[in-house]
């Protein structure tokens, strides 16, 4: 894995990288160097030097500014080094891109980093959510192959829905053709399902659904082999899942926010006495209840974590 520095005035580069691992976990492999309000090019130079002689192998340096000291010392320094290149310009997108693409060139980096760049608003009058067709009265011909099959490569148990980790690294990782966000709030809410299509990565179908509807939709069969992400909010969804006659092997805990009485389980999670209930319900159910948060976190026991 090639070498990344994060270079910039000020604190700008730490506070990306800050970010990155927020979405994606620690990345070693990423490297800062500041300008900073006191120092000069000269201080800087300086200190970008000794890091990248302390690094082995390719690097990319990212600069947060064309024309700027920072990327101005990088190039006099690295202009004709083959082993070094340099991108301005620094954006989260972009530093997301460069650190989960190891192989992605300088000119796909900077055009995954442009396709965030969007008018939001006038996107949301433009995103249509697919329309989810009702099962036939006798759809037995149609999904008898599939039914009871259903293709799940991964359930995840997450409040902000599809965000960062779910778009960006784990339906990629996993190949998802088909993200399904299983919430009856999110179901009945226009908004809200504009915001999950705009979310979601263009080139996966995305289907939001009550939960009965989905426990109904995805056992019939009728999303054939297609390989389905389901997403839940909160364990109660989860668990409403399963009454209702929907089949889960396991379930990966993602991001559970502080709520007044609750108590941490992990960094990211945190939970009530009441939810732990419902987890022992669902972990009662033979259930594999995981937290991970990307995928190359180590798999933690959920339930071994909530109960010690």
Not at 134 to 153: F, H, T
Not at 227 to 242: E, I, Q
Not at 247 to 269: A, F, P, Q, R, W
Request: hydrophobic share 40%.
């Amino acid at each position: 894995m090639q070498n990344i520095i994060l270079i910039s005035h000020g604190s700008m580069a730490e506070g990306v990288k800050a970010s990155l691992e927020m979405i994606v976990g620690k990345q070693d492999h990423v490297h800062v160097v500041a300008l900073t309000p006191d120092g000069d090019n000269r201080q800087f130079e300086e200190e970008l030097l000794k890091k990248m002689k302390a690094l082995n192998g390719s690097s990319l340096i990212i600069a947060d500014l064309l024309g700027g000291t920072p990327c101005n010392v990088a190039l006099s320094n690295y202009l004709e080094s083959e082993n070094v290149e340099i991108i301005a310009g620094m954006s989260l997108p972009l530093v997301i891109e460069a650190t989960l693409n190891s192989t992605a060139t300088v000119k796909e980096l900077i055009q995954a980093a442009t396709t965030g760049i969007v008018d939001v608003k006038q996107k949301m009058k433009q995103t249509e959510i697919e329309k989810e067709p009702s099962l036939p009265m006798d759809n037995s011909q149609l999904y008898e192959a599939y039914k009871g099959k259903e293709n799940i490569v991964n359930v995840r148990m997450d409040e902000r829905l599809i965000h960062g980790q779910v778009a960006g690294i784990w339906a990629p990782s996993l190949h998802t053709q088909r993200i399904i966000v299983i919430n009856d709030e999110a179901a009945a809410d226009t908004l809200q399902k504009s915001s999950l299509r705009m979310a979601a990565p263009t080139s996966m179908r995305l289907s939001v659904l009550p939960v009965e509807s989905a426990a109904k939709n995805i056992r019939s069969g009728k999303y054939g082999k297609q390989r389905l992400f389901l997403v839940f909010k909160n364990p109660t969804d989860v668990l409403r899942y399963l009454k209702a006659g929907g089949k889960l092997t396991h379930v990966n805990v993602g991001n559970m926010s502080y709520k007044e009485g609750s108590k941490d389980i992990t960094k990211s999670i945190k939970v009530l006495d009441e939810e732990i209930d419902v987890f022992e319900s669902i972990a009662a159910m033979d259930i594999n209840v995981t937290a991970q948060l990307v995928p190359n976190d180590p798999v933690i026991d959920f339930m071994d974590k909530l109960r010690n």
